[in-house]
């Protein structure tokens, strides 16, 4: 299933970075936004995961972010997060960047990773930038709820049409140039500015693996593309390098 080189540059590598997308967390019970069943199959993103979806229908975006965390903490990180645990334990340095807002990857145990859009585990006011509570909206409610100052509240994730956190994305190009491996776990890589990311890596000469049942927007452009779920490729992978160290 894994090349030669691909173990060899692994087992040398300094600094390996991994981009997670809603893929990476499939076998959890999440939907993704893409694949034929996936979010999107039912509703628009641009109406849902944007601004401007939000002022139009705000209890229709809080319900459906709090039916969606409600998901996330009734479900468990797979086999597939742990091996990426392991793999953070065995090299000298690693960046798991993800883009999901699910927060399985901190919940199975990985200490270093960049959320580039956000978390849905986390609220903010609109208008006076307050933490608040996880929402619990239901798609009826009479009124979206609102912080003290009567600002709405919304998920603190990178909408549509939003910027990403510049410091957050300025790491994630550092540690994209700075690797000798890059990972590019479960995404389509349909998404900007994240899907550039295992594009700069490719450039700045690292070796790129995508782990994928599908073709993706960069599998022309990986030095290897591992087509199967995340949940059975990654134990694999660390189980063939526990053999080799
Ligand atoms: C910005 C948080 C600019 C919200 C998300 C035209 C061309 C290029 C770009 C654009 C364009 N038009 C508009 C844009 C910009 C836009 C964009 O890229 N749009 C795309 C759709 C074309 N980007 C933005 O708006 C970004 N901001 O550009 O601002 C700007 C400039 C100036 C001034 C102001 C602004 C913000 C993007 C962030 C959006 N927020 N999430 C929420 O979650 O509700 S994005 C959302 O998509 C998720 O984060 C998700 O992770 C991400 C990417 O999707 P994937 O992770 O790839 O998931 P997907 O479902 O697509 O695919 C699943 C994959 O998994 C598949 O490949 C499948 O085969 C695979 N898979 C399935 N099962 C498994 C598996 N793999 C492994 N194992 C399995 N078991
Ligand atoms: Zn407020």
């Known amino acids: 299933m894994f090349r030669k080189t691909f173990i060899e540059r692994l087992v040398a590598a300094g600094h390996v970075v991994v981009l997670s997308g809603a893929g990476a967390s499939a076998e959890s019970g999440i939907p993704t936004f893409r694949d034929p069943e996936g979010l999107w199959a039912e509703f628009d993103p641009t109406e849902l995961a944007s601004m401007s979806g939000f002022l139009s229908d705000p209890v229709r975006v809080q319900s459906w972010y709090s039916a969606r965390s409600r998901n996330v903490l009734r479900v468990e990180p797979h086999a597939g997060h742990h091996a990426l645990v392991d793999l953070e334990r065995l090299v000298p340095k690693f960046t798991l960047i993800t883009q999901n807002v699910d927060g399985l990857h901190a919940r199975a145990g990985n200490r270093n990773v960049l959320e580039i859009h956000g978390s849905l585990l986390k609220n903010r006011c609109v208008s006076c930038g307050d933490e608040s509570p996880p929402l619990d ?93 995340a949940g059975a490729v990654l134990p694999a992978l660390l189980e063939r390098l526990s053999e080799v160290s």
């Open 137 to 229: 909206v239901s798609p009826d409610a009479p009124e979206p709820a609102r912080c003290e100052c009567g600002g709405l509240i919304r998920p603190s994730v990178v909408w549509y049409g939003e910027l990403l956190d510049p410091e957050v994305m300025r790491e994630a190009t550092a540690a994209a140039e700075d690797c000798d491996v890059f990972l590019s776990v479960g995404t389509g890589a349909e998404v900007h500015p994240a899907a550039s990311l295992p594009l700069v890596a490719a450039d700045a000469g690292a070796y790129v693996v995508e782990v994928n049942p599908r073709k993706t927007m960069i599998s022309d452009r990986v030095d290897e593309a591992i087509r199967g779920p």
